[in-house]
Each structure stands twice: as structure tokens, then as C-alpha cells.
């Protein structure tokens, strides 16, 4: 079982940055696959970043390559998305899930999720 808590989300302006952070319980923290999902009004829920359970593989979306960057603190329990060059497009609500097995960028696939924390980047 994980329990997981975002926070770091606010109102920036294009251009900005922004730091996520989302805290995990459980002891088996390292052994999950952890990603980062965000959902704009109206739409559906996307994947944004992911991270293995050693923080040596990551992937992302095209949309936020070389603007996101994740990682993960396996002694804290934490995960990180940075977020730099921030775009209007990219306001939604983000979410940190965690999942079991390998790589996955499919919404079901992943176990547990955060409540989210809202992220509103203004032109």
C-alpha cells in the first residue's frame, strides 16, 4: 500500500518554474515505478514523466522533453517534476501515481494516486 501527497503546484507566468514534489508512505517506495499524470479541464488525463524505481530510466511525453525533468529521492520517499519554460498549455491539475512492473504510460495501469495539486501558468 502507498499513499502519496503532492504539493508544489501555483499560478506562475509563462516562462516560469515551477517545483513538484510528491511525498510517499510505505516502505516499499523504491520498488515502484513512479509517474507523473496532469488532467486540464475538459480533458483526459495524460501522462507527463515517469521514473524506474532506480531513478536510472525516465521518459516523457514529446510535449515537456527537454522542459521536465523527474527524479526521485528513494531514502525521502519522494519524487520530483521540474518544470521549467512553462507554457498556458500546460495548466492542469497533476497527479503522482505509482505503479508495480515495468514502464507504463496508460492511466490504469498505475496502483495509487495523489489528490493532485493545481499547476496555472498565465500568457
Known amino acids: 500500500q502507498v499513499q502519496l501527497v503532492e504539493s508544489g503546484g501555483g499560478l506562475v507566468q509563462a516562462g516560469g518554474s515551477l517545483t513538484l514534489s510528491c511525498a510517499a508512505s510505505g516502505r516499499t517506495f523504491s520498488s515502484y515505478y513512479m509517474g507523473w499524470f496532469r488532467q486540464a479541464p475538459g480533458k483526459e488525463r495524460e501522462f507527463v514523466a515517469g521514473?524506474?524505481?532506480?531513478?536510472?530510466?525516465?521518459y516523457y511525453r514529446d510535449s515537456v522533453k527537454g522542459r521536465f525533468t523527474i527524479s526521485r529521492d528513494n531514502v525521502k520517499n519522494t519524487v520530483s517534476l521540474q518544470m521549467n519554460s512553462l507554457k498556458p498549455e500546460d495548466t492542469a491539475v497533476y497527479y503522482c501515481?505509482?505503479?508495480?512492473?515495468?514502464?507504463?504510460?496508460?492511466?490504469?495501469?498505475?496502483?495509487?494516486w495523489g489528490q493532485g495539486t493545481q499547476v496555472t501558468v498565465s500568457s
Open positions: 521514473i524506474s524505481w532506480s531513478g536510472g530510466n525516465t
Open positions: 501515481a505509482a505503479k508495480s512492473g515495468p514502464i507504463a504510460t496508460l492511466v490504469y495501469a498505475y496502483d495509487y
